[in-house]
């Protein structure tokens, strides 16, 4: 039996602790385990966001001159703090499938004689979907790697889909989106380079809750989105990242001013910026860049290293509960079980995935969200998730199934969990 009293402890011993206290609780009896989708917001985002909104009413226009550069230099902040890269070599712009296409589009420029595009079956969709428009647009092959579902991709795995040498780019996730398996970067960017292809991280999933380290694992290209780890907003933009030695080969497929070169000159013709600005396109949402930037330094406070151990944990405690409560309800787990091979979340998987999920959310007051066909996902960002909500959401759940509370739920699935 594992007791209420351990997580407690862990709770004590949390060097982390504090950072709770800064992010809105409206509603101190539920149990948020669904930061891996969308993070809580932070105190001091919300006041970020009304000094900006009086610098607007105050400054108006004039106040271009300090919001200009914000999506360079807040992408040097992600940079040094969340990513691994080097000053320059990231930018916050758009959309993670805008962003997606576009650097895939530029690899593809860039590797002309290439005649394929790898990702696996279980990538993100909008990764996917993007993919497979290119490849329709452009005559290649989309070449769908078959991976085990809970590990994911590995190294092997694209060495052999590369092996006929005719492959452009390979576009993986760094950590899964339905199981939460962390890829080996720098194994896989490797396997790639040696057949002459460049690689493409999505780190929606990672950004914020693992390290990432673009420069030290030589990633050429990664995108990601702001609103998971990074605590963004709803909808906050993206940022993507181009290594420092492919700026000057590669060329957005998006012609937009902000990434033209002596912008206001207003000249009759493209002449892109020669860093990474080249992949900027329209105005920057200045309201956003300020939440993005205030999240990416509670991230740079808190520091990536005592995040990634304090996620490793709260999963451990998570793997360990489902071990002891929930196999004999019928529940699998769907996460790799070493701790090096897992992202910040854990995914269960259960016949009646959908119903429980809602029954949570509904009757538990525990929120976490599901994934076809049979996860339940639990993401625990460490800068606000206590050691204590995990176990009391375990607990809730093994209490909800034991009753056969979700079957009293609607077994058809909403589009929104």
């Not at 900006?52 to 200009?68: F, H, M, Q, Y």
């Not at 993670?96 to 860039?110: F, Q, S």
């Not at 004999?328 to 998987?349: K, N, Q």
Request: with cysteine; glycine share 8%.
């Amino acid at each position: 039996m594992i007791e209420r009293a351990r997580a407690e402890a862990l709770d004590a011993a949390d060097p982390l602790a504090t950072f709770r206290e800064r992010f809105v609780h409206d509603d101190p009896g539920r149990i948020y385990v669904d930061g891996n989708s969308l993070g809580r917001l932070p105190k001091e985002t919300a006041e970020a966001l009304a000094a900006r909104a009086t610098e607007w009413g105050s400054r108006l226009v004039t106040a271009w001159s300090d919001w200009i550069d914000l999506p360079l230099s807040v992408g040097d902040l992600l940079g040094e703090a969340v990513l691994g890269a080097r000053p320059g070599e990231v930018a916050v712009a758009d959309s993670t499938t805008v962003n997606l296409y576009k650097l895939a589009a530029a690899a593809l420029d860039g590797r002309p004689g290439g005649r394929a595009i790898v990702t696996d079956r279980d990538n993100f969709p909008t990764d996917r979907y993007v993919l497979e428009g290119l490849a329709a647009a452009r005559g290649l092959e989309l070449r769908l790697l078959e991976c085990d579902p809970v590990e994911g991709p590995s190294a092997p795995d694209v060495a052999a889909a590369c092996a006929t040498r005719d492959v452009a780019l390979v576009s993986l996730s760094h950590v899964a989106y339905r199981s939460g398996a962390l890829a080996d970067m720098a194994a896989i960017s490797e396997a790639a380079h040696a057949a002459g292809a460049l690689v493409l991280w999505d780190l929606s999933h990672s950004a914020g809750s693992v390290p990432v380290r673009l420069t030290e694992t030589g990633a050429d290209l990664a995108v990601g989105c702001t609103y998971k780890y990074l605590n963004a907003g709803p909808g906050a933009p993206a940022f993507l990242y181009v290594r420092s030695e492919l700026l000057s080969e590669l060329r957005s497929p998006i012609w937009g001013w902000f990434g033209q070169r002596d912008q206001f000159a207003m000249g009759p013709v493209y002449d892109p910026e020669s860093g990474i600005a080249r992949f900027l396109a329209g105005t920057p949402p200045v309201l956003d860049l300020t939440a993005i930037e205030a999240g990416a330094r509670l991230v740079a406070e808190a520091g990536i290293k005592a995040i990634r151990v304090k996620s490793a944990a709260l999963a451990e405690l998570a793997v360990a509960l489902h071990d002891a409560w929930l196999v004999p309800l019928g529940f699998e787990l769907g996460t790799p079980r070493d701790p090096e091979r897992r992202g910040a979340h854990v995914s269960l998987r259960h016949a009646e995935a959908w119903r429980v999920c809602r029954a949570l959310i509904e009757r538990a007051n525990v929120v976490p969200d599901f994934r076809g066909p049979d996860a339940i996902r639990f993401g625990f960002p460490p800068l606000y998730t206590r050691f204590a909500d995990v176990w009391e959401a375990f607990d809730r759940l093994r209490r909800l199934v034991e009753h056969g509370e979700h079957l009293e739920v609607e077994a058809k699935p909403a589009r929104i969990t």
